[in-house]
């Protein structure tokens, strides 16, 4: 059974990059064909999708995300990471790391698009 586990800072001042790594275990992230993705929830607000990359490594980002988001991964540590550019307090809320079975296209994903889920790591943007 894969597991996912998120790591990074909980608290993150405004302009500055928000960096966080997804480990996986169980199961490596080259296994066809898999779609590594990283989700959002903002305080009082449904899931957003920031963006995947897939088992091939190629990635995909919501056009409202696209241009400050970047995901890349660490095939030997078996990790994939999200770096988020010139956040805002907007961008607070929990942050997950998901393994969807197919590409995700619902800028506002349901827990049940995915089939395995990290436990999610609250995230605060705040000077």
């Known amino acids: 059974q894969v597991q996912l586990q998120e790591s990074g800072p909980g608290l993150v001042k405004p302009s500055q990059t928000l960096s966080l790594t997804c480990t996986v275990s169980?199961?490596?992230?080259?296994?066809?064909?898999?779609?590594w993705t990283w989700i959002r929830q903002p305080p009082g607000k449904g899931l957003e999708l920031i963006g995947f990359?897939?088992?091939?490594?190629?990635?995909s980002y919501p056009q409202s995300l696209k241009s400050r988001t970047a995901i890349s991964r660490d095939t030997f540590k078996n990790q994939f990471t999200l770096q988020l550019t010139s956040v805002t307090p907007e961008d607070t809320g929990v942050y997950y790391c998901?393994?969807?079975?197919?590409?995700?296209?619902?800028?506002?994903?349901?827990?049940?698009?995915?089939?395995?889920w990290g436990q999610g790591t609250q995230v605060t943007v705040s000077s």
């Open positions: 998901a393994r969807g079975r197919s590409r995700p296209v619902q800028t506002t994903p349901s827990r049940a698009d995915f089939d395995s």
């Open positions: 169980g199961g490596h992230i080259t296994t066809d064909y898999f779609y």
């Open positions: 990359i897939n088992s091939r490594g190629n990635t």
